[in-house]
């Protein structure tokens, strides 16, 4: 938090696009098929039979936008930010995006194989076709980028390069209409590595697509920010409110988006904003993070895994969301169009939430929405309609079920939940040492007076459900109360007021709970000063991360060295989640006692990070 401060965009050209992709694609693209595309991406038959949840969740999950591909094209103008910047394949795989090999044409793939052949033989990997944008627009419109997805100019999802109705002479442009789209994949997926691993170009790799893992440092940020017109994304933005006298709320000294700035002046802002560090070298907005929360305060938090979700509740960190079909209706209706926002029910919305603060989100945005063309001059303010296809709920403002007074259609939320159940989490990791492994279990399991770390006390074993309720702020963070600012008093609408902490080691750690909390749903019931809180974690999958706790803030080189830092008694008592193995008393001394592994205790945070790194849901 910057604590000082609490006291038409014209589209460039992309010449030669069109003529670029076709002169790669005659030669890659043998596919000549002139088939139809059913929405799932299979040939559409007369006979096809009805699908089943699972499978209709499946492709929900990989290739459903809700319509939201006209926010991202025609608003955030993404495809065109893209194209315009000369993205390359290596670029994209810097940023963290994942290819799913199994989309692309037979051609591309053999272009791709025949790249990678000329890197194993010397050749840079600049000189090769994976350093040419144009390969890059090739691959969005085989569908082959994980979580972005392409539709043609009637609206029309095009079919994977894969698919036999994918023909040779297809290419993406923009320029003539052509759009892409947002699904849950773009952050919830990932690959095997089978092609291009992690690590050859970034964190980005080529393979089989993996359902249900974070898009680990994923660039969500700099991706944002390639957008021609960033600005459209203002709600989720870090803002300098005038209703507050210019004070802002993020990590860092980022000064915020002022109002009073140009346009231009403002979307430097904030591409600044999405891509700057902190000057202890922090991302404003931090890699392998998302912000679902249209308050206007930097608060990303880190991308939660989506597989197991019938043993994860309440939904997102904040745990304002008791159902993940809530949850979800939440992303596609507002996260991934704020354009809602804008109607009478968002506004409503906003208003409930932040009031006076909320009113200022919603007249800015729909001022810098005009301002870059994205809303024509001739819509009156109450005839702005979002982009996102959805029904009308007549829900109060802020009901979970519909936030903003809409619904996506039920049948594929509730597909889109029957198949993120029943995704496992990712095996345990080759190499782990089997007896550090049981002795970390039981510093897991036991209670501190037998030597344990009594991490049970909050945690589940890996195949049990999480508690449904938040645990409280005071909890997690114990300096909460000692410096609380009050902004607005919010106890007339019964839910927790906006306030913020100066106090402590790390008063950013209640940054996602200033505005949006679980208080919304009446949680947590404990006593006043206790709200609001944190949902747990499913504590699977931690091998593939390094950064731990919702923002992302405690990390190490490794996934073993970012949890033994978390669990390292070393960072304090007024730290975030200072419970560690061995413990601390209340004034920070180191506890004795029979504690397992003995000595200093490092030997027994090595065990319980061994057996951290060890769960799953697999047998």
Request: with cysteine.
């Amino acid at each position: 938090m910057n604590s000082q401060s609490l006291k038409s965009s014209p589209y460039p050209l992309v010449s030669g696009v069109s003529v670029l992709l076709a002169a790669l694609l005659t030669g890659c693209n043998n596919s000549s098929s002139t088939s139809v595309a059913a929405s799932d991406g299979t040939t559409a038959t007369p006979e096809t039979p009805a699908v089943s949840p699972v499978a209709l969740g499946k492709t929900v999950f990989s290739y459903e936008t809700f319509g939201n591909e006209r926010f991202w094209t025609d608003a955030m103008r993404l495809p065109q930010g893209l194209a315009g910047a000369g993205v390359t394949p290596l670029d994209a795989l810097n940023l963290g995006l994942n290819v799913n090999v199994e989309a692309l044409s037979p051609g591309t793939a053999t272009a791709l194989a025949g790249a990678l052949d000329q890197i194993k033989a010397g050749t840079s990997p600049s000189d090769t076709v994976l350093a040419k944008p144009e390969v890059t627009l090739a691959l969005i419109n085989e569908g082959a980028v994980i979580g972005v997805v392409p539709f043609d100019a009637a609206g029309k999802r095009k079919p994977l390069g894969s698919d036999p109705a994918f023909t040779n002479d297809s290419v993406f442009n923009p320029l003539v209409g052509d759009r892409i789209g947002v699904s849950c994949s773009l952050c919830h997926a990932a690959t095997d590595n089978s092609i291009v691993p992690v690590g050859f170009a970034g964190p980005g790799s080529v393979g089989k697509q993996v359902d249900g893992v974070i898009a680990e440092k994923l660039d969500v940020g700099a991706i944002f920010a390639a957008a021609e017109n960033p600005l459209a994304y203002l709600p989720f933005l870090q803002l300098s409110y005038d209703a507050l006298g210019d004070a802002t709320l993020g990590r860092g000294s980022f000064a915020g988006i002022k109002s009073s700035d140009s346009i231009a002046d403002q979307t430097a802002a904030a591409r600044e904003y999405l891509t700057g560090m902190t000057a202890e070298g922090l991302r404003h907005y931090p890699i392998s993070s998302f912000d679902a929360t249209p308050d206007g305060i930097g608060n990303a938090t880190y991308i939660p895994p989506f597989f197991r979700t019938d043993l994860a509740a309440p939904w997102g960190s904040s745990g304002a969301f008791e159902k993940l079909d809530d949850f979800n209706n939440l992303v596609y209706t507002v996260a991934l169009d704020p354009t809602s926002l804008l109607t009478k029910d968002g506004r409503a919305f906003l208003n409930f939430l932040a009031g006076p603060v909320g009113d200022e989100i919603a007249e800015r945005y729909e001022t810098v929405l005009r301002a870059t063309h994205v809303i024509p001059d001739a819509t009156t303010s109450d005839a702005i309609k979002p982009f996102v296809t959805a029904n009308a709920t007549g829900l109060a403002a802020g009901s979970p079920t519909g936030p903003v007074g809409l619904r996506v259609d039920e049948s594929k939320l509730q597909a889109l939940r029957a198949y993120t159940d029943q995704l496992q989490s990712p095996a345990a990791s080759a190499g782990l040492n089997p007896e550090k492994v049981a002795l970390g279990e039981q510093i897991f399991m036991m209670p501190r007076t037998a030597g344990g770390a009594n991490c049970i006390a909050c945690h589940t074993a890996p195949d049990k459900a999480v508690e449904s309720f938040v645990r409280p702020l005071e909890q997690l963070y114990r300096p909460y109360s000692n410096n609380l600012l009050t902004l607005l008093d919010r106890s007339d609408k019964g839910i927790t007021n906006i306030q913020k902490t100066l106090a402590g080691a790390d008063p950013n750690y209640d940054l996602s709970l200033v505005v949006l909390d679980a208080s919304i749903r009446g949680e947590p019931v404990s006593a006043p000063g206790s709200k609001p809180g944190y949902a747990k974690p499913l504590l699977l999958d931690l091998n593939a991360k390094d950064d731990f706790l919702h923002d992302g803030s405690v990390g190490g080189a490794t996934a073993a060295a970012g949890l033994n830092k978390l669990l390292d008694p070393a960072r304090g008592t007024e730290s975030p989640h200072p419970f560690y193995f061995p413990g601390l008393s209340a004034t920070g001394e180191l506890q004795l006692g029979p504690y397992l592994g003995n000595g200093d205790g490092s030997a027994g945070r090595e065990a319980l990070t061994e057996y951290l790194r060890s769960r799953t849901t697999q047998p």
